[in-house]
């Protein structure tokens, strides 16, 4: 089933509160849970700007919090034209959360989209083993 429409209605959605008063670039982000919930985040930024928190770790965190601990599609949307692909940070979270093969969709504000895996955006991705944490 393509979950792109509503995924990007959601992104969309999260993407209009961002709080991004330094840089300016609002960026919304939607993840579709394992349970087949979609779960929206912002970017929220701060005057120190290491503690800075991307859209799609707070969808990912908001999905968390739900009680859902799996991933099955990403889209981030931008107010650009450009393809807007998650960073390095987020992309760690999401191999925490997702198979290689999960769907990441980077969308431009229009909403075009380019797709790709989440194992093609970090194909050497870190994790633990389980019960070794």
Not at 36 to 53: D, H, W
Not at 97 to 125: I, N, Y
């Amino acid at each position: 089933m393509d979950h792109k429409k509503e995924l990007l209605a959601g992104a969309r959605k999260a993407r209009r509160k961002a709080y991004a008063p330094y840089s300016n670039f609002r960026v919304g982000a939607a993840v579709l849970g394992g349970n087949g919930k979609i779960y929206s985040g912002c970017n929220v930024e701060n005057a120190s700007f290491g503690l800075t928190c991307c859209a799609e770790r707070n969808a990912v965190f908001a999905m968390v919090a739900d009680g859902e601990k799996r991933v099955r599609e990403v889209l981030v949307v931008g107010g650009s034209d450009e393809f807007l692909p998650p960073c390095g940070a987020c992309r760690q979270v999401l191999a925490e959360f997702a198979e290689p093969g999960a769907r990441v969709h980077m969308c431009q504000e229009k909403g075009e989209c380019r797709s790709t895996t989440v194992g093609d955006l970090l194909p050497f991705l870190f994790r633990l083993k389980k019960g070794k944490r």
